[in-house]
C-alpha cells in the first residue's frame, strides 16, 4: 500500500522558516516526481515545487528564492524549505508522487496545515 506521509506544518510568525518533509513507502519503483502542492481556503490547490529523480526543479514564481525543494531517492523522501515566510503562502500543504509501471501513477499525501501570522 503506497503512503504518504507529510510533516513540520506548524504556525510560524511572518519571515519565519519551516521545513516540511514527506516519506514516501510502499513504491517498490523508481519516482519520477515529488513535489509540494498547497491549497488555501476558497482557492484551487496550486503547484509550489517539484525535483525530478535527476534533480531538476521546478518552482511557482510566487515561491522562488524563499523556498527550496530537495529530495532523497535512496529514502523516497522529498522535503522543502521554507524561508521568509508570508501570509500569503498559509495554506495546507501536500507531497506528491508520480511513478510509471505500465501506467502513471499519482499519489497525495493527507496535507500538513503551515500558517504564517502578520
Known amino acids: 500500500q503506497v503512503q504518504l506521509v507529510e510533516s513540520g506544518g506548524g504556525l510560524v510568525q511572518a519571515g519565519g522558516s519551516l521545513k516540511l518533509s514527506c516519506a514516501a513507502s510502499?513504491?517498490?519503483?523508481?519516482?519520477?516526481?515529488m513535489g509540494w502542492y498547497r491549497q488555501a481556503p476558497g482557492k484551487q490547490r496550486e503547484l509550489v515545487a517539484t525535483i525530478s529523480n535527476g534533480g531538476r526543479t521546478n518552482y511557482a514564481d510566487s515561491v522562488k528564492g524563499r523556498f527550496t525543494i530537495s529530495r532523497d531517492n535512496t529514502k523516497n523522501t522529498v522535503d522543502l524549505q521554507l524561508n521568509s515566510l508570508e501570509p500569503e503562502d498559509t495554506a495546507v500543504y501536500y507531497c506528491?508522487?508520480?511513478?510509471?509501471?505500465?501506467?502513471?501513477?499519482?499519489?497525495w499525501g493527507q496535507g500538513t496545515q503551515v500558517t504564517v501570522s502578520s
Open positions: 510502499g513504491i517498490g519503483f523508481s519516482i519520477n516526481t
Open positions: 506528491h508522487a508520480r511513478y510509471y509501471s505500465s501506467n502513471w501513477y499519482n499519489y
